[in-house]
């Protein structure tokens, strides 16, 4: 099994960058295939990204497209969400997540909610006008 543990989250304004961080605790983190999810009050979560096992194969949802990048290091068992130009808009608390995958399905990079099953506690992101 693995924890998940978000960071860097923080308040900026409209325009600035942030970079998520989330530290997975177990020496399985490699074989998991990666995601970050975001939840604003009132709202469903939504799909940010993913990654796949190796890092060479990563998905965005389209409102993120060309903004956020995801990446991972498997040495620190970390994956990352590089956040540019933010918008009021993208304020909620992101999740990342993990589900394991074999390795010759490193062409899939999970997209839906229900295809996870490792959660962190969250890390609030807020981004002011």
């Known amino acids: 099994q693995v924890q998940l543990v978000e960071s860097g989250g923080g308040l900026v304004q409209a325009g600035a960058s942030l970079r998520l961080s989330c530290v997975a605790a177990?020496?399985?983190?490699?074989?998991?295939?990666m995601g970050w999810f975001r939840q604003a009050p009132g709202k469903e979560h939504e799909f940010v990204a993913a990654?796949?096992?190796?890092?060479?194969?990563?998905f965005y949802g389209d409102s993120v497209q060309g903004r956020f990048t995801i990446s991972r290091d498997n040495a620190k068992n970390t994956v990352y969400l590089q956040m540019d130009s933010l918008k009021p808009e993208d304020t909620a608390a992101y999740y990342c997540?993990?589900?394991?995958?074999?390795?010759?399905?490193?062409?899939?990079?999970?997209?839906?909610?229900?295809?996870?099953?490792?959660w962190g506690q969250g890390t609030q992101v807020t981004v002011s006008s």
């Open positions: 997540a993990g589900v394991p995958r074999a390795y010759y399905t490193d062409y899939l990079v999970p997209r839906e909610k229900g295809e996870y099953d490792t």
């Open positions: 177990g020496r399985t983190f490699s074989n998991y295939a």
């Open positions: 990654i796949s096992r190796s890092g060479r194969n990563t």
